[in-house]
């Protein structure tokens, strides 16, 4: 929360208020010390409560006037207002998270597996990593993970905190009927997920020409389609038809450093990319973790909104609760002083 004053000079007169009152205290002590010519009396006259309580008052009235002067100082939170015009757009990352996923691989210069270093870099690719990725602000975001089966593990957002929580979590099968892998399955979730929220911001915008600027899929496997209901094929077909491109990442065998090892499926090239050129996409196959990373660079590319941003300020008043109290200890200075204190003495 971002916080200002509108007149902040005012907050220069409260310290004048405790100096006040230091003031007080020690003229009150002074003249009680010239009043009582015995150490004893000034003993039994100090320990009274009506003696202790003399310094209520003044104490009440201090802070009611400081908090006072804060009020009057207007404290305010300061709302800022961003109206984008943009040409949206949705965006689901789709991620193998079969069996082979647990080869091992060096990123980083660590030794993990495939699974982990694709997190990584897909975390960069929703962040940016202040190189060659820039990060998807703005954009809408989903993820899709698969193994046997397709799951949705965030639905379009542009929420990238609670994204990047999502790709933090995904984790590899546990048990042996998980471990296969259902690129067309994952494929048909990721189109029907996007045209699923096209279609609900078209009944929103009461719009029947609206729709998204693009709508594209971005699938990393390390293997060949081998299970699920449907194909890679009938989903490039679908995915045609409502303008969704699909863009391909498979990751193939490679011993060098850095590199991947030798994939127990390994992705066909040929068919991968059919299907992802079927839908005006692209497919890359890449053996290093370098080379995925600059992959990723390339979509980052390819697939950009034009942002035209308007930027105002406004600001929320906040004094009220200021003004209440100190209101409030001022009077409460006042009627200990006028009635607990005098009132008692009379």
Do not use: C
């Given at each position: 929360?971002?916080?200002?004053?509108?007149?902040?000079?005012?907050?220069?007169?409260?310290?004048?208020?405790?100096?006040?009152?230091?003031?007080?205290?020690?003229?009150?002590?002074r003249?009680?010390?010239?009043?009582?010519?015995?150490?004893?009396?000034?003993?039994?006259?100090?320990?009274?409560?009506?003696?202790?309580?003399?310094?209520?008052?003044?104490?009440?009235?201090?802070?009611?006037?400081?908090?006072?002067?804060?009020?009057?100082?207007?404290?305010?939170?300061?709302?800022?207002?961003?109206?984008?015009?943009?040409?949206?757009?949705?965006?689901?990352?789709?991620?193998?998270?079969?069996?082979?996923?647990?080869?091992?691989v060096?990123?980083?210069?660590?030794?993990?597996?495939?699974?982990?270093?694709?997190?990584?870099?897909v975390?960069?690719?929703?962040?940016?990593?202040?190189?060659?990725?820039k990060?998807?602000?703005?954009?809408?975001l989903?993820?899709?993970?698969?193994?046997?089966?397709?799951?949705?593990?965030?639905?379009?957002?542009?929420s990238?905190?609670?994204?990047?929580?999502?790709?933090?979590?995904?984790?590899?099968?546990?048990?042996?009927?998980?471990?296969?892998?259902?690129?067309?399955?994952?494929?048909?979730?990721?189109?029907?997920?996007?045209?699923?929220?096209?279609d609900?911001m078209?009944?929103?915008?009461e719009?029947?020409?609206?729709?998204?600027?693009?709508?594209v899929?971005?699938?990393?496997?390390?293997?060949?389609?081998?299970a699920?209901?449907?194909?890679?094929?009938?989903?490039?077909?679908?995915?045609?038809?409502?303008?969704?491109?699909?863009?391909?990442?498979?990751?193939?065998?490679?011993?060098?450093?850095?590199?991947?090892?030798?994939?127990?499926?390994?992705?066909?090239?040929?068919?991968?990319?059919?299907?992802?050129?079927?839908?005006?996409?692209?497919?890359?196959?890449v053996?290093?973790?370098?080379?995925?990373?600059?992959?990723?660079?390339?979509?980052?590319?390819?697939?950009?909104?034009?942002?035209?941003?308007?930027q105002?300020?406004?600001?929320?008043?906040?004094?009220?609760p200021?003004?209440?109290?100190?209101?409030?200890?001022?009077?409460?200075?006042?009627?200990?002083?006028?009635?607990?204190?005098?009132?008692?003495?009379?």
């Open positions: 929360m971002n916080w200002q004053f509108a007149y902040p000079w005012v907050l220069v007169l409260t310290s004048i208020v405790p100096l006040i009152w230091i003031v007080r205290v020690l003229m009150w002590h003249r009680k010390g010239m009043m009582m010519s015995a150490p004893s009396r000034l003993s039994a006259t100090g320990g009274s409560i009506r003696t202790l309580m003399l310094w209520l008052p003044n104490a009440f009235i201090g802070l009611g006037l400081i908090a006072l002067l804060v009020a009057l100082a207007r404290p305010q939170e300061i709302v800022g207002n961003t109206k984008a015009t943009r040409d949206t757009i949705a965006l689901e990352l789709v991620v193998d998270r079969s069996g082979s996923m647990d080869e091992p060096i990123f980083d210069g660590e030794r993990t597996n495939r699974l982990e270093a694709v997190k990584k870099v975390e960069r690719f929703v962040q940016g990593d202040g190189t060659e990725l990060g998807r602000d703005g954009d809408l989903g993820l899709i993970v698969f193994g046997s089966f397709a799951d949705t593990l965030m639905p379009l957002t542009q990238h905190e609670a994204l990047i929580e999502s790709i933090r979590s995904i984790e590899l099968p546990r048990i042996e009927r998980e471990r296969s892998t259902a690129i067309g399955d994952a494929l048909m979730l990721a189109a029907g997920r996007l045209k699923a929220y096209e609900a078209k009944a929103e915008s719009d029947p020409e609206f729709s998204l600027k693009s709508k899929i971005v699938l990393l496997t390390d293997g060949e389609n081998r699920g209901q449907y194909s890679p094929q009938q989903a490039a077909v679908l995915a045609k038809e409502w303008g969704i491109k699909v863009y391909i990442v498979g990751i193939q065998g490679g011993t060098s450093n850095g590199g991947f090892f030798i994939a127990t499926q390994p992705v066909n090239d040929r068919r991968m990319t059919q299907v992802a050129e079927h839908t005006g996409g692209r497919y890359w196959g053996e290093r973790i370098s080379d995925l990373e600059r992959v990723y660079a390339e979509i980052d590319e390819l697939e950009r909104s034009t942002i035209e941003i308007s105002s300020t406004s600001f929320e008043e906040l004094y009220l200021y003004a209440i109290a100190g209101l409030s200890l001022l009077a409460s200075g006042i009627f200990v002083r006028e009635f607990a204190i005098r009132g008692g003495t009379a």
